[in-house]
């Protein structure tokens, strides 16, 4: 049996004992600090559907900005230079 927390499983709780992270030790809270960035990271480095949707409708309506292919700050209504 182990005593670590998948802090996945935490995700959506709003049980408080759950965040007695700070009555353990700082290794301990480290190492779930770091489990928890890592996973935060990981959730953040992608777009859900949600937001794939959101952004197509403003590229469809030329709403927004964004990069061309030199990186410059465009915006979506904006001819690109040639």
């Known amino acids: 049996m182990t005593n670590k927390t998948n802090l996945r499983n935490l995700r959506h709780t709003t049980d408080p004992s759950v965040f007695s ?6 290794a301990q ?14 959730r953040m480095a992608h777009p859900g559907p ?21 990186g410059n700050l465009v915006k979506a209504n904006t001819e690109l230079k040639d």
């Open 21 to 26: 992270i700070r009555n353990k030790s700082t």
């Open 29 to 42: 809270t480290n190492n779930a600090m770091k489990l928890w960035l890592d996973d935060f990271t990981e």
């Open 50 to 70: 949600q937001e794939e949707e959101f952004f197509a409708r403003r590229r469809q309506l030329n709403l927004g900005a964004g990069l061309d292919e030199n």
